[in-house]
């Protein structure tokens, strides 16, 4: 079983950017495939971004060429980096463990102002 909390999100205007994080316990996270999914007021959950045991990665086209999802296994923790963010990119964004995902992190709020 692998525990997941999210950190990073907050407010930001157009253009501009920000680094989620998921920091793991319980299991490293180099032994899962771990995604980045988003879910907009009023819409479902979408997957935007995951990234293999290997190492491939998947974007969205909503997201590809701005977001970089990565993995640091000496921090147990894998990232969402965010550049021109949009303001339809304002959702609460969730980690997830497993594919399909088997574990959910409990979510941070990211809100682009334009």
């Known amino acids: 079983q692998v525990q997941l909390v999210e950190s990073g999100g907050g407010l930001v205007q157009a253009g501009g950017s920000l680094r989620l994080s998921c920091a793991a316990s319980g299991r490293t996270v180099s032994s899962y495939f771990m995604g980045w999914f988003r879910q907009a007021p009023g819409k479902g959950r979408e997957s935007i971004a995951d990234?293999?045991?290997?190492?491939?990665?998947y974007y969205a086209d909503s997201v590809k060429g701005r977001f970089t999802i990565s993995r640091d296994n000496a921090k147990n923790t894998v990232y969402l980096q965010m550049n021109s963010l949009k303001p339809e990119d304002t959702a609460v964004y969730y980690c997830?463990?497993?594919?399909?995902?088997?574990?959910w992190g409990q979510g941070t709020q990211v809100t682009v102002s334009s």
């Open positions: 997830a463990a497993g594919n399909p995902p088997e574990y």
């Open positions: 990234i293999s045991r290997n190492g491939v990665t």
